[in-house]
């Protein structure tokens, strides 16, 4: 589906005027996918959006005002138009080679260094964007998670050998719902997460995004807080949609009365088009914790060590 007949789409699926909708597959609901991947073997291979990492590799692309949603930018100099990786966008460095990546990996881990360049792909059904991430010679670890067990266990199956064989592992296969990512730590994943797909599938599923959304379905934004909660701050949340910022920015900030809260937790808001994709590249960075907490804890901390009996 290209651009224009999504921006149709979503027109007719989230008008005011009527409570008509075309039909979609229900991509909120888990057993969906299960279903969905029930004859599914270890070769299959469908790409989301027909591309995958070996057409971000490089890419040309135009800025989205966002002056209209109140994401205004400050940065008088930010660029409208330019060619970029998707490291670049991505914010991490991408190795000369997949063996130096993996030394800097092993080198790190040894070192005991708590810092990560962890990439989390959500909802990685069977795409090759793990796999191109380690070739294209990114640090990793890669952490391929999805709701279905059924496709995690195919994609196991893909990378046996590799699983079994490699010397330095950084593959890594997680069955886990993005809308809770139980299996993963607070601020553990220390690179970027990535959806490609995943939002995508569930805003052209959802209910009209004009509707109060009170019945257990605003999965986008309960995926917004877990992906905030498991991000070490100052790092990216990067997805990719064919819908405009009008509906993609409300399904995942909302427009109740918490939306300011919500998007004071991320910054450096920025939506572009990859004009050769024809797909927008959302991306939304952590926000470092805010000041008033940092204080209140050194306070506490603070008063603590007052309390604290003295030696003799
Ligand atoms: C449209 S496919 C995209 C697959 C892949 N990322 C790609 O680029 O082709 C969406 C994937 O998200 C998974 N998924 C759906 N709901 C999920 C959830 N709540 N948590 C984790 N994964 C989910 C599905 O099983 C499916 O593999």
Not at 4 to 22: A, E, M
Not at 103 to 121: E, F, H, V
Not at 219 to 234: D, G, N, T, Y
Request: aromatic letters at 10%.
């Amino acid at each position: 589906m290209s651009l224009s007949t999504r921006h149709f789409f979503d027109r007719i699926q989230n008008s005011s005027l009527t409570k008509f909708r075309l039909p979609s597959p229900p991509y909120y609901d888990p057993s969906y996918w299960d279903r969905a991947y029930k004859d599914a073997t270890p070769d299959d291979c469908i790409e989301w959006g027909g591309f995958d990492l070996n057409r971000l590799l490089k890419f040309r692309w135009e800025r989205i005002s966002l002056d209209e949603f109140g994401f205004a930018s400050n940065d008088v100099a930010e660029e409208k138009e330019g060619t970029s990786t998707f490291a670049e966008w991505l914010d991490i460095q991408q190795h000369e080679s997949p063996e130096e990546a993996s030394s800097a990996y092993q080198q790190r881990k040894l070192s005991n260094d708590s810092s990560n360049d962890a990439i989390l792909l959500l909802g990685c059904g069977n795409s090759k964007m793990g796999e191109q991430l380690l070739i294209h010679s990114f640090q990793g670890p890669f952490l391929q998670l999805d709701v279905s067990s059924k496709l995690i266990q195919c994609m196991t199956q893909r990378y046996d050998k590799y699983l079994k064989e490699a010397a330095v592992k950084r593959m890594e296969f997680i069955v886990d719902d993005a809308t809770e990512l139980t299996s993963l730590e607070p601020n553990s994943v220390g690179g970027a997460v990535i959806d490609k797909g995943l939002f995508d599938g569930l805003h052209c599923a959802l209910p009209n995004v004009n509707l109060e959304i009170d019945d257990g379905k605003d999965s986008i934004r309960k995926i917004m807080e877990s992906v905030h909660r498991v991000l070490q701050p100052s790092r990216p949340f990067v997805f990719f949609s064919r819908s405009s910022p009008k509906y993609m920015l409300r399904r995942s900030f909302g427009d109740d009365y918490e939306i300011e809260e919500r998007r004071r937790r991320w910054k450096d808001v920025s939506v572009i088009k990859l004009v050769d994709l024809d797909v927008m590249l959302y991306r939304f960075v952590k926000a470092e914790e805010n000041n008033e907490d940092v204080n209140l804890r050194v306070t506490t901390r603070a008063f603590r060590m007052k309390k604290r009996p003295k030696r003799n």
